[in-house]
T-cell receptor
Framework: NAGVTQTPKFQVLKTGQSMTLQCAQD?????MYWYRQDPGMGLRLIYY???????DKGEVPNGYNVSRLNKREFSLRLESAAPSQTSVYFC????????????FGNGTRLTVT | QKEVEQDPGPLSVPEGAIVSLNCTYS??????FMWYRQYSRKGPELLMY????GNKEDGRFTAQVDKSSKYISLFIRDSQPSDSATYLC?????????FGAGTRLTVKP
């Protein structure tokens, strides 16, 4: 009954450090997404994976990379963190039927100093 | 101009009040319209969705879509303190989804 699980829940990085945000879903969904949420900006799509083995850029991909490791797991990597990447990051999955709803994890709160 | 506009509030109402939350959008091609509810320090969860103009009701919640005006609304009747959350509108075209910034609602006992 876990749904979408994100780790870690919180992280503080110094400028220039790297880290990987992990996401796993147990609903056998085909598509997975990474969003960032900033005050006044809403949810903005960073990258998505329509199916295992494929990834595509979203609205704000610069400074990020992703890996769709298998059907369950989709990770987001920051190679050289910047203060502008301070945000709450949400992973989501979707069954694949057109216009079906997104299922979200509970987020990773990242601060870059 | 943002593709989806939503007043961020905050909105504070007494328990039992009728709440009206609204979004406007610019892309007339959007097909599906959704409302997500997000509690503090949690991910958004789907509350309601609709794909046509008109009203859809689910308990105390009514979603309204006016495609001609590019305007969607969510009404909450008999609001409860447990309704205190941020409400995000979202709209999609073939799984390309756009979100509003969210309206923070507080229902006071």
């Amino acid at each position: 009954n876990a749904g979408v699980t994100q780790t870690p829940k919180f992280q503080v990085l110094k400028t220039g450090q790297s880290m990987t945000l992990q996401c796993a879903q147990d609903m056998n969904h085909n598509s997975m997404y990474w969003y960032r949420q900033d005050p006044g900006m809403g949810l903005r799509l960073i990258y998505y994976s329509a199916s295992e083995g494929t990834t595509d850029k979203g609205e704000v991909p610069n400074g990020y990379n992703v890996s769709r490791l298998n059907k369950r797991e989709f990770s987001l990597r920051l190679e050289s963190a910047a203060p502008s990447q301070t945000s709450v990051y949400f992973c989501a999955s979707l069954q694949g039927a057109v216009n079906s709803p997104l299922h979200f994890g509970n987020g990773t709160r990242l601060t870059v100093t | 101009q943002k593709e989806v506009e939503q007043d961020p509030g905050p909105l504070s109402v007494p328990e039992g009040a009728i709440v009206s939350l609204n979004c406007t959008y610019s892309n007339s091609a959007f097909q599906y319209f959704m409302w997500y509810r997000q509690y503090s320090r949690k991910g958004p969860e789907l509350l309601m969705y609709t794909y046509s103009s008109g009203n859809k009701e689910d308990g105390r919640f009514t979603a309204q879509v006016d495609k001609s005006s590019k305007y969607i609304s969510l009404f909450i009747r008999d609001s409860q303190p447990s309704d205190s959350a941020t409400y995000l509108c979202a709209m999609s075209l073939n799984n390309d989804m756009r979100f509003g910034a969210g309206t923070r609602l507080t229902v006071k006992p």
